[in-house]
C-alpha cells in the first residue's frame, strides 16, 4: 500500500522523518535495524503494509529512527549508542504532544520500545514487542543465516537476498518496499553511518545496555501491560528465545500476552498483515480498559 506523504519533525535538533494516518488512539511503529547497518536499510517504510489498515481505527505513526531513513545522524561520534536512540523515540513523542502512546517495535525497534517504556513510562501506555533478537535472552542465529550476502551490499539485489533469508513467504518483498530500502541506502548520510560505525562505541554500549535492561525486566518489571508477537518460522530470532523472553516479562507483569503467527518469518507483520493488524487492534481496544500502573 503506498506510504501518506512523508512529514518532518526537528526533534533534539535531529531532522526526523515520520508517516501518519488516522485518528484516535496512538500507535507508534518502530523498525528495526540499526544505523550504518550493511545488509538492510530499514526504516519506516517496513511498514507500509500495515499503515493503512491500522489508520480505519487509530492514529499510526512510522518513525525512521535517529540515523536511519531520512532521519538525520547521531551529531557525535558518542552519540552512536542505543541509548540516544531511546532518548530520540522519547523527544519525538514529546515533541509530538503524544501521551499514553502504545509504542510498537519490530527486531531491534522491540528493544528500543521495551527501554523506552522502561525509561520513559510516563509516555507508554503499552508496550508491543514484535520479533525482537536483540531484546530476547541468548544468541541471534543472524550468522548463519547471512552468510554469503551477495556483494556489493545494500543494492537493490543483496537487500531482497537479505530479506528473503528472514523470511517465511516471500511475496511481501514487493517493489515498493525495496525501492524505499534502495534510495535511503544510496544517501551519502547512510553511507556516513556505514563509514563511521566502526569507530562507535555502539555494539560494546548495546552489550552492557542489554544486560542492564534483562535485569531490570527481571528485577522491577516493565512496568506496563505487554504484547509479544512472534513468527513461528524466524530463523533468525527462534521461538524458544521469543518465549523465554515473554516468561521473564510476565513473571513481573500481569498483563502480559503473546501471539505467535504460523508460517512467518521475522517481518511477521508483512507477511500476515490482515492478521497482524487484527491483534493490534483487539490489544488496543482492550488496552482501554486496563487500570494504570
Not at 502504545?102 to 513510562?121: K, N
Not at 537487500?159 to 541506502?185: G, K
Request: contains cysteine.
Amino acid at each position: 500500500m503506498p506510504l501518506p506523504e512523508a512529514k518532518f519533525v526537528q526533534v533534539l535538533g535531529i531532522r526526523t522523518r515520520y508517516f501518519e494516518a488516522g485518528s484516535g488512539a496512538p500507535l507508534v511503529l518502530l523498525h528495526g535495524g540499526n544505523f550504518g547497518g550493511i545488509l538492510s536499510a530499514d526504516c519506516a517504510a517496513n511498514f507500509d503494509r500495515n499503515i493503512e489498515g491500522l489508520s480505519s481505527c487509530v492514529r499510526v505513526i512510522a518513525v525512521d529512527r535517529l540515523g536511519q531513513g531520512l532521519t538525520d545522524n547521531p551529531v557525535r561520534l558518542e552519540d552512536y549508542t542505543m541509548a540516544t536512540v531511546v532518548a530520540h523515540i522519547a523527544a519525538f513523542l514529546t515533541t509530538l504532544g503524544l501521551k499514553d502512546v502504545i509504542l510498537a517495535g519490530h527486531s531491534r525497534g522491540g528493544y528500543v520500545a521495551c527501554r523506552t517504556t522502561l525509561d520513559y513510562p510516563d509516555l507508554i501506555q503499552s508496550c508491543i514487542l514484535i520479533d525482537s533478537g536483540t531484546l530476547a535472552p541468548g544468541h541471534s542465529g543472524m550468522e548463519a543465516v547471512m552468510t554469503d550476502v551477495p556483494e556489493p551490499r545494500l543494492t537493490r539485489d543483496a537487500q531482497r537476498w537479505v530479506l528473503e533469508r528472514y523470511s517465511f513467504n516471500l511475496d511481501h518483498i514487493d517493489d515498493a518496499w525495496l525501492d524505499a530500502l534502495t534510495v535511503v541506502a544510496a544517501t551519502s548520510k547512510y553511507r556516513d553511518t556505514i563509514a563511521t560505525l566502526p569507530r562507535a562505541p555502539f555494539f560494546s554500549h548495546l552489550a552492557q545496555h542489554k544486560e542492564e535492561t534483562l535485569a531490570l525486566l527481571g528485577e522491577r518489571g516493565i512496568g506496563k501491560p505487554v504484547l509479544v508477537l512472534w513468527g513461528l518460522n524466524d530463523p533468525t530470532a527462534s521461538i524458544e528465545r521469543g518465549h523465554e523472553l515473554f516468561r521473564l516479562i510476565a513473571s513481573r507483569q500481569p498483563r502480559a500476552e503473546m501471539h505467535v503467527f504460523n508460517q512467518a518469518g521475522h517481518f511477521v507483520y508483512r507477511e500476515r498483515p490482515e492478521e497482524f493488524n487484527s491483534v493490534i487492534l483487539n490489544w488496543m481496544s482492550r488496552c482501554a480498559g486496563f487500570p494504570s500502573d
